[in-house]
């Protein structure tokens, strides 16, 4: 008899366990073949080779469920598992729940973060076919948060290893050498938005930690240069307020392994007058280069109060007259 043991790093034991054993002793009705014991963060996995094997590649598989939808309930395990022997091939053998499918992660407090329009589905089914994707849009569709939520995903599937975070410095009328405070606190402002996404889907002691070893990091734009980002998961927010040569260097800085999402509102550029946006040249220029796909986010995309829906359509009438 030989025996491996399955970590589970940043779950809760009882999350996985169940009060009493009971979600072990689940795994246990369908593995008969494997002994378990289950202690800490630690479950020793006990048999024959090749059901050890096996086991433990089920073992991840849930992990990974439970990173992807925040949980694990006894009735989820039962519908995973059921029909499952140490038999049958185990690469696919587990199938999330249809009515989760659509669930890119669960938030704080349970909240279910999904796409919530068509557009915004558009976004979630992109990244996973380019590498690069730009999210072109006005205020309220979403681009932002979806593009945080799908990073945070990202993360927690262990497909990347760092997510970094970024928007231009903009003085969108204020002058920012005005403003109270050190470097850092005048530019939070402008990465605010970037925040709060981040504290809906991240308990505030994960996401302090993640951001003190370096894990997340939110920097403004111009702090990207030099920088070779690989392996990471990557969101330039909005990119209407990057001039072209900086949107030239961020997207020059895509590394091996990672993923890009550029978001943008072109119809609120903040630049001055005589500086033509980054965005709009890289549009131009990029449209046709495989790889990268475009997704154009529209006032049905709009998900914040019903108000903002009309004054964009508002807006779009009077620039169209």
Known sequence: MT???FELETI?????????DSKLNIYQKFFPKVKLVGRGSAIKIMGEEKFINEFYTILEKLADYYHRFGKLNESDIEQMLGGISVSEEVSNAITPPTALQEVLLFGNNGMVIKARSANQSRMVESIVKHDMMFAIGPAGTGKTYTAVALAVRALKNKEVKRLILTRPAV?????????????????????QPLYDALRDMLPAEKLAQYMENGVIQIAPLAFMRGRTLDHAFVILD??????????????????RSAKFI????TTQID???????????AI????????????????????RHKLVKDIILAYNNETNN
Request: proline share 6%; charged share 25%.
């Open 3 to 5: 025996e491996r043991i």
């Open 12 to 20: 809760n034991p009882i999350d996985f366990y169940g009060v009493n």
């Open 171 to 191: 003085e969108a009328g204020e002058n920012l050498g005005f403003l109270p405070g050190d470097l850092k606190e005048k530019l939070d402002p402008y990465l």
């Open 238 to 255: 909005e990119a209407q307020n990057a001039t072209q040569s900086q949107m030239k260097m961020f997207l020059t800085r895509m590394g």
């Open 262 to 265: 550029v978001t943008g509102d």
């Open 271 to 281: 630049l001055p007058r005589n500086q033509p946006s980054g965005l709009i040249q």
């Open 284 to 303: 131009k220029l990029l449209k046709n280069v495989r790889g990268i796909d475009f997704i154009y986010l529209d006032s049905n995309d709009v998900i």
